[in-house]
């Protein structure tokens, strides 16, 4: 097999010094101690710590999650799928213990483990269509936003039609550990992303008295939708030219040139987090990290 010849793309916006290759771009980002963040988002996902403690404001937390779902009366009326209510279910996962969020042959997924324990909870006639079709006894929920492999959420937000239940108690679903996989590139039409909402701040990663708290910059991105590696391409690309001492508008010069090259690789997705899904209007004092 003849080695891959990676074409740098030709950079003509001026910067201070020289742009990192995409080897470089990689290397630098890889380095970075991403294990103490993964160690700190496992805390968060098992209520050990709030979110708050890295960013200072009060984030969402799963006990007033919990206070605001509520149980309504089945449908007196009507019968049949029409009987079923859309239940919202809120779930949090640690990135590093699963592949993904979509189910995937072999692989241990969020999606797979999730629909296997709604299973639990379907009616008996979609629980005799099931077996009549020889297909295993599980939900078959909608979630608002697929997440990479190693991509943890806080607030992720599932859609499962069901029969009228109290609050659904999910299990734990945190310490599930698989090997990993790849993800096949799915292909479809332009979709337009409008991002609200981009700040950064520098902080300091909680820990234990007896331990000294690592300088992290936290990066904030609120949008209408994300593509696939989005977020992680544009965080990757941002430091390239911070570190390149390139112009303000870098990232707009660079979304104008419409080639795939003129960015860096994606950050890894260990320091990636879903914190929350909002389907009101944008409210800029609901954003972590506020203008100054």
Not at 73 to 89: C, E, M, N, V, Y
Not at 155 to 184: A, D, F, T
């Amino acid at each position: 097999m003849e080695n891959k010849v990676l074409i740098q793309y030709n950079h003509t916006d001026p910067c201070s010094f020289a742009r990192w290759t995409t080897k470089e771009c990689f290397q630098f980002m890889s380095a970075r101690p991403w294990q103490q963040v993964m160690d700190f988002y496992s805390d968060v996902v098992k209520d050990r710590k709030p979110l708050s403690a890295l960013l200072g404001k009060a984030c969402l937390s799963k006990s007033n999650i919990y206070n605001r779902l509520e149980s309504l009366p089945p449908s007196q009326d009507k019968g049949g799928r029409w009987a079923r209510l859309t239940f919202k279910i809120v779930v949090s996962y640690h990135g590093g213990s699963f592949d993904g969020w979509q189910r995937q042959p072999g692989l241990n997924t969020v999606q797979s483990v999730v629909e296997k324990s709604l299973g639990k909870f379907v009616d008996e006639r979609k629980a005799q269509m099931l077996k009549d079709k020889g297909l295993p006894l599980e939900g078959a929920a909608l979630v608002a936003g697929r997440t990479d492999k190693g991509v943890t959420a806080v607030h992720q937000i599932l859609g499962e039609r069901m029969s009228n239940l109290k609050i659904l108690q999910m299990p734990s679903i945190v310490q599930h550990q698989e090997n990993s996989g790849s993800y096949p590139l799915l292909r479809g039409p332009p979709t337009e992303c409008f991002l609200y909402h981009a700040r950064a701040k520098e902080s300091k990663l909680p820990c234990s008295e007896h331990e000294k708290g690592r300088r992290v910059m936290c990066i904030e991105l609120v949008a209408n939708r994300f593509l696939r590696r989005m977020v992680r391409v544009l965080v990757a690309t941002s430091i390239r030219e911070a570190a390149a001492g390139a112009d303000e508008d870098a990232l707009l010069k660079l979304m104008d040139a419409t080639c795939r090259r003129a960015t860096a690789p994606p950050a890894p997705p260990d320091g990636l987090c879903l914190v929350d899904v909002g389907y009101e209007e944008f409210d800029p004092q609901d954003c972590l990290i506020l203008k100054e």
